[in-house]
């Protein structure tokens, strides 16, 4: 077994609202092993992004507060560092890249600079030297590098993408996180950006949180999922076998949402009702207002994890044994 | 770029026909015979009869009017009807007088509200915050009138460390560029202070904190140079009015600027010389607005790339 690069424990993050105490994320537990990529998968609202931003230490503050928990990595709990200690991990160990390229990269500096600036910070280099490492870095990226001198609003949205992939992969991270890299590209340049996050993920050997609410990229793209719902992982599996055989009834239901080529199937079956106001999550299972299988216990006690097989996990009773799983 | 401020440039021209068509018709049929303010009012009339020939006021109103661009055009806007000197040279000779107050004005307001703002908005709802925008609320509610003369009670009668008015050393300039900065410092202070705060919101600044880039670089680097271009345009407004408005400030400080000539023009009906001093305003208004639209360019690519 490979080693753990990441490790969150117990994490818990709120928001401080007007219409009250938002759960963003609670008693969320996840791990990243070397060199594998993580498909963090949920519906709009459940959390992703803010777990991503708890790793950085860059929940916005206020009104977000990352209450409790540990985030073990590469052997040291990030939540104890000092913000200067952060700031040597940020952009350096972690980077991020973030889901809109059109309003991600700052409009008046060039992009060349942009990448410059994060190189100088960590490597130490010279402006020469972080220009020519600037340069190379566009190249890697498929952007000629004469256009190191341009500015954002002179590239398409794919393009843009890619210079924000050239920042974060610029020193070199041991953790990649990229929110919904393409969710706000075309299907042909979402495919293109993959393509290239796949190349450069085993080139440089980088480990990767890949945040996204589409399976199908999950599919082309992670080693293992986590599915979130509602501010916590409800099943971990490797993507294979969650492809396979879901167990969570929730997933179950992501994967009745989508057509498939092979069966003959008139109507989906959609996951009925809405996710739940955050303000008021539901008691229990967080699931259970929505789960076709819920019972009684589901409303009263918190699921536990249940390891089904090796390295699969499932947060539900229906594995606990406490819960008669019903056939649909 | 050189094309867009030359198009500017030859853009003024029909700006100051506008402006001299309008204020030479104001000035036209307002009441008043500049013949009779020439040669006072006990005057035999057949006098004032022959300067009213020689002057050409008894040509229709396009002949004059023709007369006065023609003229202008040539840098002659008549002679004053008071001092009997060009009006062009009268107006020329206070002019440094306004500029070095209003520029020292706009300095004062930015070196103040450029730095609280920026403070203000990366330290909202502090205690330093909250007091600030207390200030600034009483600096852009003031009268300027009423603070320069409080000024003059406090700083010249009571601790006697500068003149209460005059003009010509650096210790002159300091309470009248006070005075006619502070609402301006107000104003701008409150424009940075949004204007940051709108952008440190921005998906891109989040970018670069997520380089490990320090919060100075953050805020001097990434925000503010996005923050600029309201605060600029602000900056530019408030010189324009310092250069045009600074009348009440000159006549406390005595201080001897365009605007207390025009007072002092309007006030004895010398017509050659508020028709002149109100072209040299919105020459000087245009100018300031064509600087500061250039200076966005500078400021945002963007701008700079619609400039073609």
Same mark, same amino acid.
């Given at each position: 077994?490979?080693?753990?690069?990441?490790?969150?424990?117990?994490?818990?993050?709120?928001?401080?609202?007007?219409?009250?105490? /938002?759960?963003?994320?609670?008693?969320?537990?996840?791990? #990243?092993?070397?060199?594998?990529?993580?498909?963090?998968?949920?519906?709009?609202?459940?959390?992703?992004?803010?777990?991503?931003?708890?790793?950085?230490?860059?929940?916005?503050?206020?009104?977000?507060?990352?209450?409790?928990?540990?985030?073990?990595?590469?052997?040291? *709990?990030?939540?104890?560092?000092?913000?200067?200690?952060?700031?040597?991990?940020?952009?350096?160990?972690?980077?991020?890249?973030?889901?809109?390229?059109?309003?991600?990269? *700052?409009?008046?500096?060039?992009?060349?600079?942009?990448?410059?600036?994060? /190189?100088?910070?960590?490597?130490? @280099?010279?402006?020469?030297?972080?220009?020519?490492?600037?340069? =190379?870095?566009?190249?890697?990226?498929?952007?000629?590098?004469?256009?190191?001198? =341009?500015?954002?609003?002179?590239?398409?949205?794919?393009?843009?993408?890619?210079?924000?992939?050239?920042?974060?992969?610029?020193?070199?991270?041991?953790? @990649?996180?990229?929110?919904?890299?393409?969710?706000? @590209?075309?299907?042909?340049?979402?495919?293109? /950006?993959?393509?290239?996050?796949?190349?450069?993920?085993?080139?440089?050997?980088?480990?990767?949180?890949?945040?996204?609410? =589409?399976?199908?990229?999950?599919?082309?793209?992670?080693?293992?999922?986590?599915?979130?719902?509602?501010?916590?992982?409800?099943?971990?599996?490797?993507?294979?076998?969650?492809?396979?055989?879901?167990?969570?009834?929730?997933?179950?239901?992501?994967?009745?949402?989508?057509?498939? #080529?092979?069966?003959?199937?008139?109507?989906?079956?959609?996951?009925?009702?809405?996710?739940?106001?955050?303000?008021? @999550?539901?008691?229990?299972?967080?699931?259970?207002?929505?789960?076709?299988?819920?019972?009684?216990?589901?409303?009263?006690?918190?699921?536990?994890?249940?390891?089904?097989?090796?390295?699969?996990?499932?947060?539900?009773?229906?594995?606990?044994?406490?819960?008669?799983?019903?056939?649909? | 770029?050189?094309?867009?401020?030359?198009?500017?440039?030859?853009?003024?021209?029909?700006?100051?026909?506008?402006? %001299?068509?309008?204020?030479?018709?104001?000035?036209?049929?307002?009441?008043?015979?500049?013949?009779?303010?020439?040669?006072?009012?006990?005057?035999?009339?057949?006098?004032?009869?022959?300067?009213?020939?020689?002057?050409?006021?008894?040509?229709?109103?396009?002949?004059?009017?023709?007369?006065?661009?023609?003229?202008?055009?040539?840098?002659?806007?008549?002679?004053?009807?008071?001092?009997?000197?060009?009006?062009?040279?009268?107006?020329?000779?206070?002019?440094?007088?306004?500029?070095?107050?209003?520029?020292?004005?706009?300095?004062?307001?930015?070196?103040?509200?450029?730095?609280?703002?920026?403070?203000?908005?990366?330290?909202?709802?502090?205690?330093?915050?909250?007091? %600030?925008?207390?200030?600034?609320?009483?600096?852009?509610?003031?009268?300027?009138?009423?603070?320069?003369?409080?000024?003059?009670?406090?700083?010249?009668?009571?601790?006697?460390?500068?003149? %209460?008015?005059?003009?010509?050393?650096?210790?002159?300039?300091?309470?009248?560029?006070?005075?006619?900065?502070? %609402?301006?410092?107000?104003?701008?202070?409150?424009?940075?202070?949004?204007?940051?705060?709108?952008?440190?919101?921005?998906?891109?600044?989040?970018?670069?904190?997520?380089?490990?880039?320090?919060?100075?670089?953050?805020?001097?680097?990434?925000?503010?140079? !996005?923050?600029?271009?309201?605060?600029?345009?602000?900056?530019?407004?408030?010189?324009?009015?310092?250069?045009?408005?600074?009348?009440?400030?000159?006549?406390?400080?005595?201080?001897?600027?365009?605007?207390?000539?025009?007072?002092?023009?309007?006030?004895?009906?010398?017509?050659?010389?508020?028709?002149?001093?109100?072209?040299?305003?919105?020459?000087?208004?245009?100018?300031? !607005?064509?600087?500061?639209?250039?200076?966005?360019?500078?400021?945002?690519?963007?701008?700079?790339?619609?400039?073609?």
């Amino acid at each position: 077994m490979s080693e753990t690069l990441l490790d969150i424990r117990d994490l818990r993050v709120t928001y401080q609202t007007e219409e009250g105490l /938002v759960l963003a994320v609670d008693n969320l537990n996840l791990t #990243l092993k070397k060199g594998e990529t993580l498909g963090l998968v949920g519906e709009t609202g459940a959390g992703k992004t803010t777990t991503a931003l708890a790793v950085m230490q860059l929940v916005p503050n206020p009104p977000g507060t990352v209450e409790s928990g540990e985030i073990w990595f590469n052997g040291e *709990n990030l939540l104890k560092k000092k913000n200067e200690e952060m700031r040597t991990v940020r952009g350096n160990q972690i980077s991020m890249i973030f889901q809109d390229p059109m309003t991600s990269l *700052n409009p008046v500096l060039t992009v060349g600079f942009q990448i410059e600036e994060a /190189v100088m910070l960590h490597q130490k @280099l010279t402006s020469k030297q972080a220009e020519r490492q600037a340069r =190379d870095m566009l190249k890697l990226v498929g952007i000629p590098e004469g256009r190191a001198g =341009d500015y954002p609003h002179e590239f398409s949205g794919g393009m843009r993408q890619r210079v924000g992939i050239a920042i974060a992969l610029s020193c070199n991270p041991s953790l @990649l996180i990229a929110d919904e890299p393409t969710t706000a @590209l075309d299907v042909t340049i979402q495919a293109q /950006v993959l393509d290239l996050m796949r190349r450069l993920r085993s080139e440089f050997g980088t480990s990767m949180i890949l945040i996204t609410h =589409d399976l199908g990229v999950v599919a082309e793209v992670c080693d293992t999922v986590a599915i979130m719902y509602a501010g916590t992982v409800v099943e971990t599996s490797d993507t294979r076998r969650l492809f396979t055989e879901p167990r969570h009834p929730y997933t179950q239901g992501l994967f009745g949402s989508i057509p498939s #080529l092979d069966e003959e199937v008139t109507r989906l079956s959609p996951i009925t009702g809405i996710m739940p106001d955050p303000t008021e @999550l539901p008691s229990g299972c967080r699931f259970h207002p929505r789960c076709p299988m819920a019972a009684e216990i589901c409303s009263q006690r918190t699921p536990t994890m249940v390891p089904v097989e090796e390295g699969h996990n499932v947060h539900c009773m229906i594995y606990e044994g406490l819960v008669e799983a019903k056939k649909e | 770029m050189h094309k867009y401020i030359l198009r500017r440039l030859l853009l003024l021209i029909p700006v100051m026909f506008g402006v %001299s068509f309008v204020v030479f018709t104001i000035m036209f049929f307002t009441p008043g015979d500049p013949a009779k303010i020439l040669l006072g009012e006990r005057a035999p009339e057949a006098e004032v009869q022959a300067l009213r020939t020689q002057m050409g006021l008894d040509d229709p109103y396009l002949v004059q009017f023709g007369r006065f661009i023609f003229n202008a055009l040539r840098g002659d806007l008549g002679r004053s009807l008071t001092t009997r000197r060009p009006a062009a040279q009268e107006l020329w000779a206070r002019f440094p007088a306004t500029l070095q107050l209003a520029a020292a004005g706009v300095l004062v307001a930015v070196l103040m509200g450029i730095p609280i703002g920026i403070i203000s908005a990366t330290k909202q709802y502090s205690l330093f915050d909250g007091f %600030s925008m207390v200030l600034a609320l009483i600096g852009v509610s003031m009268p300027n009138f009423w603070q320069g003369i409080m000024m003059v009670l406090l700083f010249s009668i009571v601790l006697r460390w500068f003149p %209460s008015s005059g003009y010509g050393t650096f210790r002159h300039l300091i309470m009248p560029a006070l005075t006619i900065g502070t %609402s301006s410092a107000a104003t701008i202070t409150r424009m940075t202070r949004s204007s940051m705060l709108e952008v440190v919101r921005q998906d891109y600044i989040r970018t670069a904190r997520a380089k490990g880039l320090s919060e100075r670089v953050v805020i001097n680097r990434h925000a503010l140079k !996005n923050a600029l271009i309201p605060i600029v345009t602000v900056i530019g407004l408030q010189f324009g009015y310092l250069l045009g408005g600074a009348v009440l400030t000159e006549t406390i400080f005595s201080w001897p600027g365009v605007g207390r000539l025009m007072v002092d023009a309007i006030r004895q009906r010398d017509y050659t010389v508020v028709q002149g001093g109100v072209l040299l305003l919105a020459l000087t208004f245009s100018i300031v !607005n064509l600087l500061v639209d250039i200076l966005y360019a500078y400021i945002d690519p963007r701008i700079k790339a619609q400039y073609k």
